[in-house]
């Protein structure tokens, strides 16, 4: 009884013993946790599929207790929709944020501006840029502060003056750099205006949310200028010119920075690295949400809709057609799509079938290629995101050459002799089955055939069949009906 006392008692300190070296193991991975920094990587245009991949990092490293997200940065640019639902997130997130253009060569423009300029921390790394910040209209062409006419001199005087105004506020430092002019510029319609000065007041807020420089913010958006990382340093747009990862952490440690609960003191010494790279489902989502890409998918999913209905039960092109469609439609959601666009590329794809159920000697097949083209140039209304005009082309050179063989085929068809009824039957050979004058019967494709002569005929002479009627056949000796 005493051995099974102790047996217990040292039953008792080993289950201690291990509950103790999990909470242990427990609380030093979660203080692993917060001392680790996320490095995410954007690449190319911004879109739905970026804006999804940054705000899931962002939520996990906020699951994790991260210390901070540092972001890599190269993008041209992108949808506006997308790049501030990323402002958005980030301005609310409990983890700091540092967007870092890097590497070498990469830049931040238009879009990538914003971003930059709403992070906790920016930096750059040597020899990128930044800058171009003027949203594009609708349509692709650019809102005032782009405007290059020739014939337009007061225009170019006025360009030049801010490029000699920026340079002394260079010579003078950022802070005396003076605003740019903000007065209306000619030919500038009510509704660029709005969306100029919108943008204009988002990122001058931006700006002096994190104490930066939002006077040439204000120039990045009304005149498209940039910047290189040296520049952006000296002139208050960045916060830190960083040769690699390291560097950047290292240089802002101990930095105060902005966050929507009130001021921060960053802790980035001996920070764990945990790398959160694009998944499959943000590659996919790329793809999907690529102009291109989502234009063809309609495309194949139409004609497989088309191709169902024309044989019902084939199963394979309405599956493929079916899901292909959904797939585009997901696509045209999250993008710009002009609607009137993709009326004018629906309405001419139905004239192209049209032309091959209806035949009109081309009326609805041009019509449809001409409206299908025009669709598709107007379908897309974002800086970055456009349909390829050599797709376009090479989708209506094939739908005009389908409708080139259809035409031929029922022009072929027409001039074919009759395969059915009884137009069929005229000049058909029959043979007779008995002697007659005037009525008899003969054998005709295998059948027997109440016929009529006038000629005598003789059993098993070969006659040509010359007219049809009811259930009579009038015949003739073959050389007789030659």
Same mark, same amino acid.
Not at 188 to 201: F, N, P
Not at 356 to 360: I, L, R, V
Not at 451 to 461: C, E, L
């Given at each position: 009884m005493r051995w099974n006392t102790r047996q217990g008692?040292?039953?008792?300190?080993?289950?201690?013993?291990?509950?103790?070296g999990s909470v242990l193991a427990w609380h030093a991975q979660a203080q692993q946790a917060e001392r680790s920094a996320w490095v995410l990587t954007i690449d190319g245009a911004i879109g739905p599929a970026s804006n999804d991949y940054f705000q899931r990092g962002l939520r996990l490293a906020a699951e994790a207790n991260a210390e901070l997200v540092v972001v890599k940065l190269n993008t041209p640019g992108g949808l506006d929709a997308s790049m501030r639902e990323m402002i958005s997130a980030m301005l609310s997130s409990p983890v700091p944020?540092?967007?870092y253009v890097s590497p070498g060569g990469s830049r931040a423009a238009s879009a990538g501006t914003y971003l930059l300029y709403a992070s906790h921390v920016a930096a750059m790394a040597p020899a990128t840029h930044l800058g171009s910040a003027t949203p594009v209209q609708l349509g692709g062409g650019g809102l005032p502060g782009m405007d290059d006419e020739p014939d337009a001199p007061a225009e170019e005087a006025s360009d030049d003056a801010v490029a000699d105004e920026a340079a002394e506020a260079t010579s003078q430092g950022a802070d005396e750099a003076p605003a740019p002019e903000s007065e209306p510029r000619r030919g500038?319609?009510?509704?660029?205006?709005? =969306?100029? *000065?919108?943008? =204009?007041?988002?990122i001058r807020g931006l700006a002096e949310r994190h104490g930066r420089n939002a006077d040439w913010a204000e120039a990045a958006v009304r005149e498209a200028v940039t910047l290189t990382s040296n520049e952006a340093l000296e002139r208050n747009v960045i916060d830190v010119l960083a040769s690699d990862l390291a560097d950047l952490l290292a240089q802002i440690d101990d930095r105060e920075v902005v966050m929507e609960s009130g001021t921060r003191v960053l802790d980035t010494t001996n920070l764990v690295i945990e790398t959160y790279d694009p998944d499959w489902r943000t590659e996919l989502l790329a793809v999907i949400t690529n102009p291109n890409v989502a234009y063809f998918l309609m495309i194949i999913g139409f004609y497989g809709l088309i191709f169902e209905l024309s044989n019902p039960g084939s199963l394979i092109p309405g599956t493929i057609g079916v899901i292909c469609l959904l797939l585009a439609l997901f696509a045209f959601q999250v993008l710009p799509v002009n609607y009137a666009g993709l009326a004018l590329i629906l309405v001419g794809l139905g004239l192209i079938v049209g032309e091959?159920?209806? !035949?009109?000697f081309g009326i609805l097949g041009i019509g449809g290629v001409v409206a299908f083209v025009i669709g598709s140039v107007i379908l897309m209304d974002a800086e970055h995101l456009s349909i390829s005009l050599p797709m376009i082309g090479s989708v209506a050179g094939l739908a005009g050459l389908l409708m080139l063989w259809v035409m031929t085929r029922f022009v072929g068809l027409r001039r074919a002799p009759v $395969?059915?009824?009884?137009?069929e039957l005229l000049h058909e050979q029959a043979i007779a089955q008995e002697d007659f004058e005037? *009525?008899?019967h003969v054998r005709l494709h295998g059948e027997r055939w109440r +016929?009529?002569?006038? +000629? !005598? =005929?003789? $059993?098993?002479?070969h006659l040509r069949v010359v007219r049809v009627d009811g259930l009579t056949v009038e015949v003739a000796p073959l050389d007789a009906a030659d």
């Open positions: 008692i040292i039953l008792i300190l080993s289950l201690c013993c291990l509950a103790l944020v540092a967007f500038e319609t009510a509704m660029e205006r709005k =969306v100029l *000065e919108d943008a =204009v007041a988002y091959a159920f209806m !035949p009109s $395969r059915t009824g009884q137009e005037g *009525e008899g +016929a009529v002569s006038a +000629a !005598p =005929v003789r $059993r098993g002479q």
